[in-house]
């Protein structure tokens, strides 16, 4: 799972998560939103059921190919209040087939729709949309397709369009930075595992009115307080508290590590140890992209993540303090097999999974994003979530590892037209047996 997502990287340009934690982040597998840095087969790792196709070989230029989005469809005003997207309205989208979907782009698309399956058919859809039985037929379908995978999509699938289409995307990637497993010269700074006094409350158990809201902290007395902030963890509060997963040897690479949620980190001797996510201190996330904009120590061009780390490296000290502004802290635990996972539990894939907000897409769907940008456009499945992936048509991209991952992540900022693939049928059904709160699908023009 993406802890605070990417906001060209997201969670460094804007203010997330608050101390409220959502409720998959007490419960999800392991990451990534998110981020931060949250966590997917890297394209080179074979999955479970298959290996994932290779990465595009020919990687588009750091600077993005400008595109002509296609028109999202007229629809009707969102509903106030509404929280899911069957309440936000439908539209029926445009036939499959009439998308520009590539091969290579559909092969990916179809691998990791085929892998997300098995949570598909059983998890509890919160968008409203679709049952585990909905999906049925076309996960059957999936196990046993050979041949061209864009058809698959032509004849298993539908899309529609929630609320006005209006889609926003960023992107995320798999760091690698320096880092060994015992502590050394040049590699001092702390990964930390989860501390043993850090306790996560439901707050559920008190009052229904705060179902599915937690909070994390720390007994100081007979008192529960907040946890410790970034600055009193970087001056030592863990000590005697929380075990040490490696060392880092760049105290900013390992912040926005953080960022992402999980990454890589590589000794001299070769050796790589992957970490992910296994923890928060419950602080608020602060964007200190926005926060370094609003001050005016960004100019134009510099809001990338290449900026802002140009930017910390040229005033260290400064640099220091405002990235201990954001009082969020995230604690790792080493991870082995495939990885790093998504939301979903299973490894999520670069050029091919996205970060989105569950209560509008469902987790495991593919979705198709025409964007003002080309490396944006295409067909993306939804295998993750993120502390700042929120809203409908708000989606996290995922490209990887290596320095083309981080380059095209770092400057990911497109603007276009979503369209979400659901079963064939499922549009019938949402009108034949919609409850009151939600909208009807509205049929093309």
């Not at 602060?286 to 370094?292: P, R, V």
Request: net charge neutral; with cysteine.
């Amino acid at each position: 799972m993406r802890i605070f997502g990417g906001l060209a990287l997201a969670g460094l340009l804007g203010a997330c998560s608050s101390g409220i934690v959502p409720p998959e982040a007490g419960t999800r597998p392991v990451p990534t939103r998110p981020a931060p840095t949250r966590p997917a087969p890297v394209p080179e790792r074979p999955a479970p059921g298959g290996a994932l196709p290779e990465t595009p070989a020919n990687l588009p230029a750091r600077q993005p190919t400008a595109a002509t989005p296609l028109p999202a469809l007229p629809a009707a005003p969102v509903a106030t209040g509404a929280t899911t997207a069957a309440m936000a309205g439908l539209v029926a989208g445009p036939a499959i087939e009439t998308l520009p979907i590539t091969p290579d782009n559909a092969k990916r698309a179809l691998a990791a729709f085929k892998l997300s399956c098995p949570g598909l058919l059983r998890r509890t859809d919160a968008s409203g949309l679709t049952s585990g039985t909905d999906w049925t037929n076309a996960c059957a379908a999936a196990a046993s397709w050979s041949g061209d995978a864009a058809p698959f999509f032509a004849q298993w699938f539908e899309t529609v369009q929630v609320g006005n289409g209006a889609a926003f995307a960023t992107g995320y990637y798999e760091p690698e930075i320096a880092g060994v497993r015992e502590r050394r010269s040049g590699y001092d700074v702390p990964v930390y595992g989860v501390p043993d006094n850090l306790i996560e409350v439901d707050l559920g158990l008190f009052s229904d009115a705060l179902r599915g809201k937690r909070i994390r902290g720390r007994v100081d007395g007979r008192q529960f307080v907040p946890y410790y902030d970034r600055t009193q963890i970087e001056q030592g509060a863990l000590e005697g508290h929380a075990p040490v997963v490696a060392w880092a040897a760049d105290p900013i690479e390992m912040f926005f590590l953080q960022v992402q949620g999980s990454g890589r980190l590589k000794g001299p001797d070769g050796q790589v140890l992957r970490i992910g996510y296994a923890g928060q201190n419950g602080r608020d996330y602060t964007g200190i992209g926005k926060l370094m904009k609003d001050r005016g120590l960004l100019g134009p061009g510099q809001t990338s993540m290449q900026g802002i780390v140009a930017w910390l490296r040229e005033h260290p000290e400064e640099g220091r303090a405002i990235m201990r502004e954001n009082k969020s802290f995230v604690f790792f635990k080493e991870l082995t097999g495939a990885g790093p996972l998504g939301a979903m539990g299973y490894p999520v894939a670069g050029w091919t999974s996205v970060a989105a907000d569950p209560k509008f897409i469902p987790l495991g769907a593919p979705l198709f994003l025409s964007m003002d940008r080309t490396d944006a456009t295409g067909l993306w499945v939804a295998q993750d979530t993120g502390g700042a992936i929120k809203g409908a048509n708000r989606v996290d991209t995922f490209w990887g590892a290596g320095e083309d991952a981080r380059a095209i992540a770092g400057g990911m900022s497109a603007r276009g037209t979503a369209w979400l693939l659901l079963p064939k049928g499922t549009v019938a059904r949402l009108n034949a047996s919609r409850p009151p709160a939600t909208q009807p699908v509205i049929p093309q023009p």
